[in-house]
């Protein structure tokens, strides 16, 4: 029993360590849109911008949220396990979790940041109720079935912008960083709208997670360090199939226009996901996660870093620069790195003292109806035990 719960705590440090990773990511590619100097704001991109631009594309852009929706899924899988275990109403505590996730969601996208991604989360979340008692099979083949008609959505829709509109390629959706009313706008509009284009993708992710729960890929011996090599090295080399036609449509001119070759970028997000997530497993295993506790910790507060990176953002945005897009794109990327850099400090500060982040905290309150222990126990009282 004593090495079943030890290796429970390591599987859930192999997920924290990912997620972790996940929200870096996000940071570091939400910078830019928060900032007004992100492909809602500029289509085209020249001198420096054009670089990292490209190199945002190829190794950040659609890549982590890709991670960021698996985990959900996975984490769904074992927040219903574990209420089921402990004798809740499993589906009850889910669906009020996700009204919470939901209510922040829109407050976030409303008062804070116009790409907040927790209410479509919260939306789509939903589905995978219909799916927990389904059978492993049957959720792989939605997940990859959903996977595949996402892909050939967007190949089809970018193809057909390029071939008969492409003056609305060259189009940003926002000139300048939007306000409120420009925010809820996008909220009932493209937002909406972006539901049902990114659903499929989305939905396909999550139940991917689900399947992963369900096959135990965190548990026991999980993924084979073997299956995690050959995975790793596929991914990697699809990855560079995809980045060739990039490059090429880069060093083809003196404009870099990201929508041109969104298509690549959206499928080179799910092969490099797959590198990612496999290298840091097998970097986890050996030379081990103690070299990756500021990630882990990130991970455990990964809704709590993911809006103080916005309000942190904004406020640095609105108080001191004043004047959005300012920033060119290696700033953005240097300034992405050390915010998180301090997420990892301070969460790693944080939860020597308490048991999971703030807003974790009162996510759990909501969910169960009763104020979980939030201090953490000293460690003389857990040698004891």
Known sequence: MHNLQGDSKERLKEVDIVRGFAVLGICV??????????????????????LFRLLYDMFIQTKFYTLFAFLFGLSFYLFMRSAERRGFAAKKMMTRRLLLLLIVGIVHGVLIWFGDVL???????????LFYRRKEKTVLIWSLSLLVLSGLITVATTLLAILFVPDELSKPIFQTVPDLAQRIGF????????????GPEIAGLFLLGL????????????????RLKWMQWISLSLSILFFIPMVYYYVSGSIYNPNYVYHYTFLSGKSMAV???????????????Q?????????????????????ITMLI??????????WPLWICFIYSVLLFW??????????????????????????YGYFPCLREKPAELKQAE
């Open 29 to 50: 590619v939400n910078i830019p849109e928060m900032l007004g100097n992100g492909v809602a704001f500029e289509s085209e991109y020249t001198g420096s911008n054009a």
């Open 119 to 129: 209410h479509v989360y919260a939306i789509l979340g939903f589905i995978l109720l």
């Open 187 to 198: 909220l009932l509009t493209y937002s909406t709208l972006n539901i049902f284009l990114k």
């Open 211 to 226: 399947y992963a729960g369900k096959k135990g890929w965190f548990e026991g011996n999980g993924l084979s360090a073997d």
């Open 275 to 289: 590198f990612y997530f496999c290298t840091l497993m097998r970097l986890i295993r050996h030379p081990g996660e």
């Open 291 to 311: 070299r990756f506790k500021g990630l882990g910790a990130v991970g455990r507060m990964a809704f709590t870093n993911y809006l103080t990176q916005s309000v």
């Open 317 to 326: 945005l609105y108080v001191f620069l004043r004047q959005d897009g300012s």
């Open 342 to 367: 301090l997420q990892a400090w301070w969460s790693r500060a944080w939860l020597r003292r308490y048991r999971m982040g703030p807003l974790e905290w009162a996510w759990r309150a909501g969910t």
